[in-house]
């Protein structure tokens, strides 16, 4: 039985973007074909184009991540982080009693999954380099969070040196991360 991938989607600048905009294609082309196989096995979900305002509505939130099972962050590494929306997502929506705490099980088994591009290359990411911290390690509090929202906690997928990155090389990480996506639905 194939499952279903809720891609949540955040970019501020998405007019501007490159490296994001290369992999969300993927994940458009694929919500587009399930659409017409009627089968939705994608949906891509653009935060800050639903949300200009920050305003998010809770109920319609859970409501996608309960019709779904695995969850994906895609979004550009903002100073070792996420854009800010994204933080405000998962303050408000992961509520105590429904992702946490007490009955709060509506996210038990489902698998997280962070899609994440870095304008500093892979070797800026480790102790003795620029960034000194690995991304696994600048990545904990959602892996934390993850933890304890008893998600399923996948390795990140990462486009270093996104600035950089020519046609091929966008091209190389669509690719692979289309393989991330089939292999998520065939579970
Ligand atoms: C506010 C801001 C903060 C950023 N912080 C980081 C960072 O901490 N680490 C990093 O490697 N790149 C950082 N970058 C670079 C972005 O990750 C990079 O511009 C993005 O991955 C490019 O993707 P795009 O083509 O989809 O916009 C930052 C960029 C901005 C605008």
Redesign the pocket.
């Known amino acids: 039985m194939p499952k279903s991938v809720l891609i949540l989607f955040a ?1 501020p600048s998405y007019a ?6 290369a992999l969300r294609s993927v994940a458009q082309d694929r919500a587009l074909r399930s659409v017409a196989q009627d089968r939705e096995h994608v949906t891509v979900h653009d935060l800050y184009e639903t949300y200009p305002n920050f305003l998010i509505d809770v109920e319609a939130e859970q409501r996608l991540l309960l019709d779904h099972d695995h969850i994906v962050l895609m979004h ?5 982080s996420a854009p800010s929306l994204v933080k405000e997502w998962l303050d408000v929506v992961l509520d105590y009693g429904w992702a946490y705490g007490e009955g709060g099980t509506a996210l038990a088994g489902k698998t997280w999954t962070q899609v994440i ?4 290359p892979e070797k800026s990411y480790c102790s003795d380099g620029l960034n000194r911290f690995s991304i696994d390690e600048l990545l904990r509090p959602f892996q934390a969070t993850a933890n304890l929202c008893q998600c399923v906690w996948q390795a990140p997928f990462v486009l270093h040196a ?2 950089q990155a020519t046609p091929e090389i966008l091209a190389e990480a669509a690719a692979k991360f289309s393989a991330l996506l089939e292999g998520l639905i065939d579970g």
């Open positions: 970019h501007r973007s490159r490296a994001n905009r550009p590494l903002f100073w070792y591009t870095a304008g500093g996104s600035r």
